[in-house]
């Protein structure tokens, strides 16, 4: 999967260029970290038919 921007890169005109193509380039290390200090927010989508149970588990997890 390639976004536009990649399309323009490689200097073609249509993402539908890309197909079948091998792209080889060189890939750089990539360390990913996840700190709990860092992460204070998080957004749900909840079904609130059953609010008070949703919000209880909610609680009861937040500080796992």
Do not use: C
Not at 5 to 34: D, Y
Not at 35 to 46: A, D, G, M, T
């Amino acid at each position: 999967m390639i976004n536009r921007a990649a399309v323009r890169a490689f200097g073609w005109s249509e993402p539908e260029e890309a197909v079948g193509k091998r792209l080889q380039t060189v890939i750089e290390p990539l360390i990913l970290v996840v700190e709990p200090r860092w992460l204070r927010i998080i957004n749900l989508r909840i079904d609130n038919s059953d609010l008070d149970a949703v919000m209880g588990h909610v609680r009861a997890i937040q500080y796992e």
